[in-house]
């Protein structure tokens, strides 16, 4: 089954997490999602960008964002595939 956004959006997470104050680019690449899908998940308020510019552009998660991790391993374990 292909991953959806939501899946995507938890693996964007779970990568931010690893590597904190990460680079975008480094983080994306790390989750396999496409650089695009950030807009998304910046939107939803589950990360925060930090510095400027495309270089300088560090992802940090919000409480919204460690809120909604939490909530999708608890499904995960209740839902195994």
């Given amino acids: 089954m292909l991953p959806g956004p939501i899946d995507k959006a938890a693996r964007v ?4 997490l690893k590597t904190p104050k990460g680079a975008a680019t ?3 690449a790390g989750a396999g999602v496409n650089y695009g899908f950030l807009r998304l998940v910046l939107a939803a308020g589950l990360v925060e960008a930090t510095g400027k510019g495309h270089y300088g552009r560090r992802l940090q998660l919000t409480a919204l964002g460690h809120e909604f991790l939490r909530n999708y391993n608890v499904l995960e374990r209740l839902f195994p595939e």
Avoid: F, G, S, T
């Fill in 13 to 16: 997470l779970e990568e931010a």
């Fill in 26 to 28: 480094r983080i994306m």
